[in-house]
């Protein structure tokens, strides 16, 4: 066995006959660069008639090895492993061991991308309408589940989670007052504002009244209400669920023998059902008392004169038609919030994606069926 340290080198003798492939001095990693440079200047395949000189061979490593099957080939370099004079078992067993492998090695197909823009964009459309169908379909199952299990729960008193759902009408009710009445108050301002300005090219500031109060009985209470809900306590419900079930919370449940729908979901969404139409009308009360409040100060419309605007021109069905929709709301926010909870994988970025998809969703969907209702409404004269 040579010790030499030199560093390798392959050399093609084309002037003898036959022609020879000299290698000589140390085929290792240390040398990798410099032999792939030497075997890349040899025009390979070689010749069958080609001898090959191995009698100057130095160290070699496997990095060595895979240069010599690349270049002489796995079933030749293993004939010469077996037919070369001198050479130590060792290294016999590596280029062999080598070449066996190489042998077998096959360059992993590489997908060629050859769509085109057009495509890659009703490829992307296909997969989001795909997605969202799915999701739709899950909704639908889960929904159906979580009246199944409340049909199963409604007649056993037992079995209702009380203090559960006492604790959900405050967190999801009681707590979100504030928010809702300062935001609605607002808007009703802002309406009533903008309401005065256009009316008053028109000489009828009056039907700012109207306005005011015909917008949020029928549309503004209640909508402004579930997107607020959607935003507050659909994303509430997503990252309390999801991380029960990131930490397996939900699995040690079911080990319990206790259905996660009827201690986790029902409360909810039951308390958000109880919550949502009080909390819209005290949304559609502070809308029109912040519209009445700058026709007070704007228009010198009285509150005694506001009320009585009110109560001649605006009929209590607006109301009614309103804060029918409530009930709906929450049902659809309650259930698409756990929903969205029970579909956290099992990480914090999970947690966080459906939480933002619950919100999504839940927006998506308040604003869907708020124009469903308005032209259903419309057509039947209410």
Same mark, same amino acid.
């Given at each position: @066995? ?13 002037? %003898?006959? #036959? #022609? ?25 395949? /070689? !010749? ?10 130095? !160290? ?7 240069? /010599? ?11 010469? $492993? ?45 997969? %989001? ?68 300005? &256009?009316? $008053?090219?028109?000489? $009828?500031? &009056? ?21 607020? @809900? ?72 009285? #509150? ?15 109301? /009614? ?23 956290? $994988? ?37």
């Amino acid at each position: @066995m040579s010790t030499s340290m030199a560093t390798g080198s392959a050399q093609l003798d084309a002037t %003898a006959t #036959p #022609p020879c492939l000299r290698v000589a001095g140390d085929w290792t990693l240390a040398h990798y660069a410099d032999l792939e440079r030497a075997v890349g200047l040899i025009k390979t395949p /070689l !010749s069958g008639d080609t001898t090959i000189d191995l009698g100057q061979l130095g !160290s070699l490593d496997t990095a060595g090895a895979s240069l /010599l099957v690349g270049l002489l080939g796995a079933t030749r370099l293993g004939d010469l $492993a077996q037919e070369a004079p001198g050479m130590s078992a060792a290294r016999r067993a590596l280029l062999q061991t080598v070449g066996t492998a190489l042998a077998g090695y096959r360059e992993p197909s590489r997908k060629t991308h050859q769509g085109n823009a057009i495509t890659d964009l009703l490829a992307r459309i296909g997969a %989001a309408m795909e997605a969202v169908w799915r999701q739709q379909l899950a909704l639908l199952g889960f929904i159906g589940l979580t009246l199944q299990t409340l049909a199963q729960t409604i007649a056993r008193p037992r079995r209702w989670r009380v203090t559960s759902l006492a604790a959900h009408i405050e967190q999801t009710g009681l707590d979100a007052v504030p928010i809702i009445v300062l935001l609605t108050f607002m808007v009703g301002a802002v309406v009533a504002f903008l309401g005065s300005t &256009i009316l $008053a090219d028109f000489g $009828a500031t &009056i039907y700012t009244v109207n306005l005011v109060a015909f917008s949020f009985m029928r549309e503004f209470g209640v909508l402004l209400t579930a997107i607020l @809900m959607a935003g507050r306590t659909a994303s509430a419900f997503t990252a309390q669920i999801g991380s029960m079930k990131a930490n397996e919370e939900i699995d040690a449940i079911r080990a319990l023998g206790l259905d996660p729908m009827e201690l986790l979901v029902l409360p909810r969404v039951l308390a958000l059902l109880i919550s949502l139409p009080m909390l819209a009308f005290l949304a559609t009360m502070a809308g029109i008392i912040g519209g009445g409040v700058v026709c007070a100060l704007i228009l010198d419309i009285s #509150p005694i004169m506001f009320i009585n605007v009110v109560k001649t021109n605006i009929g209590v069905e607006h109301f /009614l038609v309103g804060i029918a929709k409530a009930p709906v709301f929450a049902f659809l926010i309650g259930v698409i919030g756990c929903l969205e909870g029970f579909k956290v $994988a099992g990480s914090a970025e999970s947690v966080g994606e459906h939480t933002t998809s619950s919100v999504v969703q839940c927006i998506f969907v308040v604003i869907l069926i708020d124009a469903i209702a308005a032209l259903f409404y419309m057509e039947m004269g209410w």
